[in-house]
């Protein structure tokens, strides 16, 4: 299935939070543009409302020295207190930060020893504080008897000897404000109950402190500890259903109180909801839910919950937006992350109804960390600003990049247009290929209406057949006209094997990705000594290779056929309506397949020395020339270095999928965007495809932002140049713990070698020979292919019948969308 189509037409995302850098430029423009997309006077609505309802994200000030502040907490005086890490802080004491309202001081509590820390051989600490900086360290101290650990690792040591013989004792020391011990207790009884169940008394799960006198945590998922300060402790117990999907976590409201914060499965664990629960640290119980949140149909996933402020008792957060519960139980929405120009960042509350934000900064050799500040927006702020649309399906992987765009220049917004249709229960209960494919097309449906009906978006994310059908109707713009009249893209500033590969028939292009990487397979080179092969001369190696054993049972039928399926573009030709399925070759590829097995054995790993074994046959299955071919995604990182290893000491070659036009290696696009033919802001549009093109360029840039933009070469050529030219050498830790280029490292065992110049040199050679995409069939070609191939594969037809159904069903689909 294609990747592209995947991205845009997934249900659910993964749930994940990305801390984003941010820049407070701004490219002031004088021009007066009036919002004039097909959606005119709802766009210009939102624009409105946008101004006078909505936060927006500003730099407010960067803390040299640490690279993050987390667990913050506000008093009710406007101070926080909170965890960090300061680069040059060699304090071996626990501690804390109290942080001045606008954080221009920032103080260290340190928290006193108790005597049986320095008698201990070791000790964990973890520290529980609240809002008013009240405070609670949980001790391990460990015992190692009479041996003592080696410093650096020493195989003569017995190592098994040393932890059984360590003992652990616990406590938990209650503090005053200041640091100082208020009280001491030891909790040498929870020794007695260690190694039972899934207990891990070492340390501390979600804890929290509704006063400074009380600690609420979980050791174990089934059960709570509430301590207190006079050397007392109980237990309450969590019902199963609070436990089987997530590990419960604690809460404190601003009530002062503690709750209970999980997910709890109604039909199944896709079908779950979110319940919080107040826990009576007097009584021992847990009440019933005052909130909860069913996120089994959301596209964005539940929301995470902290302490609220001013009229909520929490607030909650996820990809897309951050909420307030209230007392009651009812909810609102505080913010749209999209609205504030930003992805979902660490928020805390600040006065005047704004918030702090936090982004760390990635450089690992400068400790920094960046606050922002959401702040809210000035009436009319954004009324001379036009807006530019992007389809999407119910999560945005462009967020990121979005949010960058709009807050880093003001003649332009891009607005979001979500095509995804709201999840019921049936769409949940029913989680088949066939119903998730038929919802998907419902919902691509409706974005092709818009299409037909001349309201499309001005930017559309297609896949490789919609774009050629839309751009041969003439529903998307040739963007060869405006890149021939830009100063910054031009077609001799791109990758010209990427121009070639996303042209249509008529040398129009209609789309263009930002990144690219290459998928191709290598064998030995004394197998065969030239590139790109042809279908009789893979067979020609598998057949004359009995020794092989491994030839046929790395991959079953299906993912061998869907390898080769994937790799032959000449299959369909959406452009002029015609496919080839029912050819010689494409019988005997069919055939072929067949020879694999039904499903992969896997290594026993209920048998230790059997797994052990087979671990190890598989990683020399290349090199002992057990197996014969390998799939190589070659994506700028470090390419080629591991795979060469993996063969031993014989050369590669990079024959590429079989194919009889030369044309072996495959490129796959990140993602392909396109400009609607009647879009009336048509520059806007590719101001930001521009935009997504530099930022791809900045290797590495994309870690948790979002979409893969980065993950590959750069289509800007001098940058594409760089990133190969970097490849002569990779950043490592030395033992001192400095980081330094090498050009060679140590990898479970083994000496791997980045490559030579020449050896670089010979890899650009190749991928700029790579001018033909991996995918080229719908969804709805793959379906009737793997069908047919299903049949045949379990003895229902032959071959020859396989491939004329193919022919003649995909010929239909060919021909009813064309």
Known sequence: MNNNFIRSMAFISAFCFALCSCSETKNNTTDSAKTTSANSEASAQTLSELSENSYKLVKYKSIDGTNFINNVKRAKSGEYYAFADFKDDFEEKPHIYKISPDFSDIQKIVFELPDEAAKADDKYSNIVFN????????????????????????????????????TATHAICFYNKDGSIKKFIDLSTLSDEENTGDRNFDHLSSPEMPDGDTVITCFSPYELYVFKSDGSYDTIAMPQEYTEYSFPSLITGTDGKVYLSTAVTEQDYSSTKTEIMEIDADALEIKEPSFIEKDNFSHFGSHQYDTGYGDYLFIGYNEDDVIGIKADGTSETILKWIDADTTAMNIIPADNDEFYCFSPN?????????????????????????????????????????????????????????????????????????????????????????????????????????????????????????????????????????????????????????????????????????????????????????????RYDRMNKQEIFSMLLNSDSKLVDIENSECHFDTPEFIELLKFCNRFVDEVEFGDKSNEKAFEAYCMDLARSLMDEQELISRIELCGDRDLIYEKNDFGDDAIQLVGYPTSNGKGGKIRPSYEFSISANSSAKEGAWEFIKMLLNEASDYDVDAGKGADLSCGYSVILDNFNKQIDKMTATKSFDDEGNLTEVTSFESQGRIIKCLTKEELADLKRYILSCDTLFNTLDDDAYAVCYEEADEYFKGGKTAEEAAKMMQNRISILVSEKS
């Open 362 to 550: 990635n450089d690992m050799e400068r400790a920094s960390l960046d606050i922002y500040k959401l702040v809210h927006r000035q009436p009319g702020e954004l009324d001379n600003v036009q807006i530019v649309t992007i389809a999407y399906f119910g999560d945005n992987p462009m967020n990121y990049y979005i949010s960058k765009f709009n807050r880093e220049q003001d003649k332009y917004r891009i607005q979001c247009i979500d095509y995804a249709s709201e999840l019921t229960a049936e769409d949940y209960a029913d989680k088949s290929p066939e119903a998730i494919a038929e919802h998907s097309k419902e919902e691509y449906n409706k974005l092709k209406l818009d299409i037909a009906s001349g309201k499309a978006p001005d930017i559309l994310m297609l896949d490789e057949n919609e774009t050629k059908l839309l751009g041969k109707k003439g529903a998307l713009l040739d963007l060869y006209t405006l890149m021939d009249k830009d100063n910054e893209i031009k077609r001799d500033t791109l990758m010209p094997n990427i121009l070639k590969a996303l042209e249509s028939n008529d040398g129009k292009l209609y789309s263009l990705t930002p990144s690219f990487t290459v998928s191709t397979i290598a064998v030995k080179e004394k197998f065969i000594g030239h590139e790109n092969w042809t279908f009789q001369e893979m067979t020609d190696l598998f057949d004359s290779k009995d020794t092989a054993s491994h």
């Open 131 to 166: 809002s008013e900086g009240d405070a609670a360290i949980y001790y391990t101290f460990l015992d190692n008897g009479d041996m003592e650990e080696p410093e650096g690792y020493d195989p003569n040591f017995d190592y098994q000897a040393f932890y059984e013989n360590q």
